[in-house]
Each structure stands twice: as C-alpha cells, then as structure tokens.
C-alpha cells in the first residue's frame, strides 16, 4: 500500500487529502496538523474579531473526526511536524521525534505572519491561525487604544474589526495609500477616506520597532503610545521544513511544475506555500488565497493517484471589504504594468448598480488596464457597494483565458434594472480601451 | 452629405445614431421616432407599475433635445414611418405622408407585443412602451382583481408589481411551471412556491380567448371573473414595414449578417427587430434583450461609418427576479440542449451566498449544462437571493468564447467570506461535470 504523508491539514492539506482517498482507495493518506484544527478558515479571523460570531468550531467546514471516520483518513491534530528528510522520505513529529515514512508528500504548511522588530515578540498580536483566535479576541477586546502595522488587506480587514468593536485604532501604513497592491492611487482615492473617517490613519510612515510590550510603536515619523499592536504586514511562505532540500522560488516559496510536484519527484506542494505562474506575465508568483490553495490541492491529488490534471497557473485575484465597499484586484494595476515590457493602457467608469430610476442604486467603480497593441486584458480593479464578487469573477476568467477588452465588451451581460444597469460598468470599460469612449 | 435613417428612438436606434454622429460627423444623421420618447427603457415599466418611481422622465437616459442640440441628430418624436421602400430608399412618415430619403437605413423598430383572442383588443392592456406608461398605470391600479396571462419573465414581472400594489392576482400560463422558458422543472422549483403564495398561480392552462372588455377570461379549463387583464405571453419583431422587401427569420425578425446589414446593402437592422446567431448552436435565434439591443447598434454604426465591426452572436442571457429572489439563464436549458445533436450532462449545487459563519447569507442554486464530450459549456441557471447577475456574466462570457467546464473550475474566482464561499457555486457545478463531484 503507497504510503502518502500530507503537512498541513489546512484548505490545501484537506483538499488534497479527500481527493487521493475519493480517487485512490488504495492508498494511504496520513496528514500531519501541528494545531486542532482542520480544514479550516484563516479568511474568518477577522469576522470573528469583530463579533459576527463567537463559536470557533464554525472555523471548520469540518471536524477532524469527518475526516477521520467518514473519508479514511489517518489524521492526526497537535502533531507538529518537526523535520523532513525529503531524500530518505522521513517526517519526524513532535517533541520525542516519532517517525512517519512515506512515498509520496504533499507539503500544505501554508504561510507564516510577517513579523516587525520588537522587544519581545510574544508582545504583539498576529491575526492569522483560527486555532489561536479565541485567545487573540479576548486580548485584543480587553485593550482600549491599538495600533494595527499595516493597510493591506489584514490591516484593513482587522481594523474593521477593531474599530467596529469600539476601539481607538490607528493604522500605520508604509505605502502611501491603503491596500496600495491592491489599488492605483485614483482607485484607492474611492475607498481611503472611508477608512481614515473611523481611524487614525498613518501613510507613508514606516515602523522601525515595537517597545514595552506592544505599548510603543516607534515609526520614521514619531512615535505612538497605545494599548497593543498587532502586525499585519503580510505573510510569507511557510517553507522552512524543505529550505536547502527542495528549489525555493518568490519569497521562499516552493517551486512547482504545472503538476504542483516540486524539484524532487513525488514531492508536492500546494496553497500558501507554493509558488506558481502568473497566466498574464509568464513570470513566476504567488498568490496565497484560499481558492487556489483549494484548486492546487485538488490538483497534486490527482496527480499523485495517477490522474493528469494541470493547474493552469494565477491571475492574483484578490478581495476585501471596508465596512458596506468592496474592493478587488485581478491582475497587473496599472503602476505594475508600467513595470513589465508591455505598452499598457487604463480606463476608468465610475458608475451606478441599478437603473437611474430604481430605488437603492450603489456606487462602483471599474478600472481596466489592457495591453495596447493586442487589447489582451492584464488588469481590473473594482471598488463598489455591491455585486463587485461576480464582476471580479469575470475578469479573472477573462485573465485566465487571455480574452481581449473586444470579448468583455461582447460579454452578453445580464441587465435587470433592479441589480444593474443596461451598460454594464465593465462594458463600458472595455468600449473605452476598444472604441475610444 | 450622406443621409443615414433610422427608424425607432429606442435603445438600438439611438446608440447607432450617437455613434454614427461621432464617427462619421460628416453623415447626416435622421432618427424617426413615433412616440415622444427616445433612448426610452421599457425594462422599467415594470417597476413604474410597481410604484417604485413616479417621473416618467426617468424612462429616459437622455431627452430628445440633448441628441438633437449636444449630438447633432435630427431626431424627430412623434413620427411615425408609415411606409419604406427599401429599393428606392424613401421613407413615409404620418398621415400626410411626408418622405425622407436616405442612403443608409437602420431598422430599429424594436418588438411588438403578442395578442391573444379577444371581442375589442382595447379593452385588454400590454406592458411594453415607456410612454404608454402613465396611462397603463393609472388604469391598473384603479382595478382590484386583474388576470395576468403569461408566467413568462414579463408575466412574473407584472405579477410582482401589481401583488405589491395589493392587487389580487390570477397568473394563467400555459407552462407547466413558471419562467420555463428560462429554467428546467428541478430549477423553477425553487421559485414557483415563492410567486404561488401571493397570487392564484394556474399552470398547463391555455387562455382561449378574452371576453367582456377584459373581465371574462375563457380558458382549455374554465373561466375567471377579473376587474381587468393584462396580455404579457411575449413579444415579437415589429417587422412589418419591411415585409416582402427583405429577408425574415425566425418570428418574422430581420436577417442579418455579422455587421448588422440585412440582404439589402446599405440597410441596417438592430435591436429586438433583428435576428442574431446563437453562438452555442451555431443556429438563428432571437434575443430581444437591451444589452444586445445596444451592442447591434454600435456595431451597425461602425460598419455605416465605413469601420468594420463585427457582432459576435448571442448566448441568450435572461435575468428576472421575483420579490427578493433572482432568476438567470445563459445558453440552454437541460430541455433544450436534448433538443440537439449534442450529448449533453447536467449539474446542479444548491449553496449559500457567505461562509457558513457570517451572518445574512442567502441561499443560491447553480445548474451547469456542458456537451459531454468536449465539457464545453452549453447553458446555466441561476437562482438565488444576492449575487446572482455577476454570475451570470461569467457564463455568458465563458459561452461566448466556447469555453469549457475545465475553464470555469480553474477561473480563480473572488473569495471573501462576507460576500462568498470558497467553492464558489459555480466552480462546484463545474467540478461536477470536470471531475465527477
Ligand atoms: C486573517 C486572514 C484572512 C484571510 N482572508 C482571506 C480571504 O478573505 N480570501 C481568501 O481567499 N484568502 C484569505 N486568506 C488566505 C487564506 O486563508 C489562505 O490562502 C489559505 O488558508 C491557505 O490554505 P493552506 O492550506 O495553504 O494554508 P493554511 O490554511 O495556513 O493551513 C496550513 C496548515 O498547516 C499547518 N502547519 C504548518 N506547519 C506545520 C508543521 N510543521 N507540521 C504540521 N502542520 C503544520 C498549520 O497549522 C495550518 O493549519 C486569509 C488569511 C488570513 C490569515
Ligand atoms: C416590460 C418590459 C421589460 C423588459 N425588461 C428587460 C430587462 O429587464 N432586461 C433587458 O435586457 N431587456 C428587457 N426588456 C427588453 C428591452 O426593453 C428591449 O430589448 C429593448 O428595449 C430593445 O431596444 P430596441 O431599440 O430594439 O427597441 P425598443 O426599445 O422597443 O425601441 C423601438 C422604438 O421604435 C419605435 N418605432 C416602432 N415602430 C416605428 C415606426 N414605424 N416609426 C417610428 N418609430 C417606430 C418605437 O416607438 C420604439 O420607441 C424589457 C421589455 C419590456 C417590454
């Protein structure tokens, strides 16, 4: 009986796991989760912080026990993986270094928080694993005055949080906008003031360290006193188990073929950890969302029961929300087109979801950035009130499928005056780029 | 000077004639319209029945004087074209039987209701024209008990206003669900109760003629005593100035090529008057919806410009919605597609609209048909209570450009708690058909 080991039992880890038992039978699948929980929801952490609900056994789309009895898998919570030795295929777990061979290995450790320079780490707040959020929530409840490093995404998203339970928050952000990977500036002009009216926002300011236990954050500019910090300034590949046994790419990440199986054969990786291709580029990237940490993990699977399937590479969508707007990015922004060797060009539609004449109608705001000789779309941005999910999906199809703004402006959209209008703000995007207005 | 001629101020008719102005601004542009509304959007009047706006106005994105003074169209309401003499190029307008000629004609007469038996057609009402609206309006609701024939999108969308004006309604249509022109039984499902609690529904009931001014319906089943009737079993091309003097298609509509001109050269059909391809089938078909409307009528302007664009075709995107709940369709339905040569499967995911632990999520159900062989998608439905229009967009996209099951599941689709589930319905259904689960 071939002998799978899977580390990490998270979105990727789970995924890949009920697909080798569905697809192979015969094989064994053991997966390794240093915490409690299993296929669980990291994206939820910042809801939760904010109150929206309170039992943590709703991180899990299911328990290990599920996984366990109903799908046959040798799981096994609190087994932290200490070492791997890819070449003589050992994993050894825990403290008293318990063995587990195997033939096969899907790495699914996911990422790792970013950190800052403290004093004292274990004196600032992380918002990342649901295993831990029930003891971040009490703390972070608990304090009155919090300082969030970081206006990305997770500094966006745990300000919400935070400033919807009440508390003073200010956010202090190198970039000089909010969720600037994001957003080109015209874009982020529809959504920063939004978020500077419920907080003390700080741009372009860089936090140099974190004193007295989270109390003072001491940035190029001055120096703040609050009650905590947390640090949100990203995450990074969590790839130190096969650093120097397997080829490591962007940001540490480990490196994989269309097949996600990494430098060494029958060694994978999937989600967080994994690097993979950007379809618009060519170039290498890495997209640590949980749709495709799902879809990679769906991927090894078959590969490793023997089925063929390919993992077409990424497109880097991304969405987030403040407070009642959405925000979302597919793509290259505008400035990072600059940066390639493609002549780009940008249009912008601010627009309306619903009929002029229907009650309820929302703000949106559409950016599209395609490459000029070809019409071939690179980018989308999308900040609006509502039905933003659906319009990004859209666009990463169209980046997926290298269509051209002449196929988005032909889209056979639906038009209902109740949800939208008749010259869909993608459309008219798209007519821009392809007709010049 | 070239004389360009459109016929009908409609969505259709006055795109062409703003394109044209700006491509060509040495043409002389004529819209003739027979009412006094143009750039009119009769998607509302559904709505203006439902008493959710009051301004007729509204009906109109812009007033006949701003095509005529910031455009430059001569732009004539309340004109209508008796009389075209395709060969000939001379147009008849009125009673007194005014001409204009033309080098150039765009036939964009939009679609007429279709009537049923009646003793006096006055005395029964159509939800079509923007400015029969008021009168239409003021007519309804003076009445208590009205009949509604057809459970067609116009039947359900009339049948939600006047419930909502607390009218007693009886729906009569001849299907034996309700919008089954949109959905298989398995999906109409999931709305036929909801409609069926407000109003007397009768289903597989055939209406054979109105009687008493609009108060006695007789049908294949009986009869129903009402204050007055609505007819809204559909429409079809408003074709018959052009009868005998160019090629008809399918319901009498309009053949035309990929650049919008009929058999005639020079003479242009847009809008619902138009016939189209069905880029699924390869076959005629007819899509009397606004968003195709507009689009043929850029792309005529273009070609009578002398600036070669090319419509691509059809999918055939229906959206409607009943009280809070949306109803798409793109391409076939699972009925339909038995209907060809294909080899066609199904796949059906009944979910929700946000992680199952934040709060407000509403249920959604996404139905995938694809050809067997190939996975390239043929039809998709949708119902659900949020996001279902940008859904839709993503399948007619991807029917539009041929795209397959594979492509959905790997579209790396937008995933926010708040607004989303990982598996996003549509990459489930997809995944159905593309892997078996
Ligand atoms: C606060 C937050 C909000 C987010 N919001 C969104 C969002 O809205 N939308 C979105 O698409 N994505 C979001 N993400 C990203 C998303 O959560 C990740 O992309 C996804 O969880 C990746 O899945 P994964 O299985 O690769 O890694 P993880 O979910 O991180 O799982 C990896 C697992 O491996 C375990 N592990 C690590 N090392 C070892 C070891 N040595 N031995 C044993 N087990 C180990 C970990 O305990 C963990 O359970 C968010 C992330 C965070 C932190
Ligand atoms: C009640 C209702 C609800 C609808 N809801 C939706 C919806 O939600 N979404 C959607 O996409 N579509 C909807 N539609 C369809 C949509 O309105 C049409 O597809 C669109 O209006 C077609 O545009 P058109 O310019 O081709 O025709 P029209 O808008 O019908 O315009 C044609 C114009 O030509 C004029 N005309 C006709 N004959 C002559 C003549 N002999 N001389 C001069 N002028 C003439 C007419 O007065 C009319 O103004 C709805 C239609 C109705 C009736």
Redesign the interface.
């Known amino acids: 009986m071939e002998r799978v080991l899977i580390i990490g039992g998270g979105?990727a880890g789970m995924t890949a796991a009920s697909w080798i038992r569905?697809l192979a039978p015969n094989m064994k699948v053991t997966v390794l989760e240093s915490t409690s929980m299993v296929s669980h929801?990291p994206?939820?952490v910042p809801?939760?912080l904010e109150g929206?609900?309170d039992?943590p056994k709703?991180?899990m789309?299911y328990e290990p026990s599920f996984f366990i009895q109903k799908r046959g898998i040798d799981l096994r919570v609190n087994a932290k993986v200490r070492e791997i030795d890819v070449s003589s295929r050992v994993a050894k777990i825990g403290d008293e270094n318990e063995t587990v061979e195997f033939d096969y290995l899907i790495i699914a450790t996911g990422s790792i928080p970013s950190e800052i320079k403290t004093d004292g780490k274990d004196k600032v707040f992380f918002v990342h694993h649901p295993a831990h959020a029930e003891e971040l929530r009490k703390a972070l409840w608990s304090l009155e005055k919090i300082a969030v490093i970081g206006g990305g995404i997770l500094g966006v998203e745990t300000s919400e949080a935070l400033v919807s339970k009440g508390k003073k928050v200010v956010m202090i952000h190198h970039g000089s906008r909010p969720l600037n990977r994001m957003l080109d500036d015209d874009m982020a002009s529809f959504i920063s003031p939004k978020i500077a009216r419920d907080l003390d926002m700080r741009l372009s300011e860089s936090v140099l360290e974190v004193r007295n236990g989270g109390r003072t954050v001491i940035t190029n500019k001055g120096e703040y006193k609050v009650d905590g910090t947390v640090v949100a300034i990203g995450v990074k590949p969590n790839s130190s188990l096969v650093k120097g046994q397997l080829e490591l790419g962007i940001h540490g990440s480990v490196v994989v073929n269309d097949k996600m199986e990494t430098s060494e054969k029958g060694i994978y990786a999937v989600g967080d950890v994994a690097q993979s291709t950007n379809v618009i580029t060519g170039k290498p990237d890495w997209?640590p969302?949980?749709?495709?940490a799902?879809?990679m993990g769906?991927v090894a699977a078959?590969n490793v029961a023997g089925l063929e399937k390919k993992?077409?590479g990424?497109?880097?969508?991304?969405?987030?929300?403040y407070k009642e707007t959405?925000v979302?990015k597919?793509g290259l922004t505008y400035e990072e087109a600059l940066k390639t060797n493609m002549k780009a060009v940008e249009a912008k539609v601010q627009h309306k979801t619903r009929?002029?004449?229907?009650?309820g109608s929302k703000d949106i705001w559409v950016k599209l950035i395609a490459e000029e000789s070809s019409g071939r779309v690179l980018g989308a941005q999308i900040v609006g009130d509502e039905?933003?999910?659906?319009?990004?999906?859209?666009l990463?199809?169209?980046m997926?499928?290298g269509?051209t703004v002449e196929?988005?402006?032909?889209?056979?959209?639906?038009?209902?005056?109740?949800?939208?209008r008749?010259?869909?703000p993608?459309?008219l995007a798209a007519?821009k780029i392809y007709?010049g207005?």
Chains 1, 2 share one sequence.
Do not use: H, S
């Open positions: 979105a569905r929801a994206c939820g809801y939760f929206l609900f039992d709703l991180f789309t997209v969302y949980a749709p495709v799902n879809k769906f078959f993992f077409p990424v497109v880097g969508t991304m969405i987030t929300k959405q979302g597919v009929a002029r004449y229907y009650p039905e933003v999910l659906g319009r990004l999906d859209v990463a199809l169209a997926m499928k269509l196929d988005l402006f032909f889209m056979e959209n639906a038009y209902l005056p109740a949800v939208a008749v010259w869909d993608i459309v007519r007709a207005d």
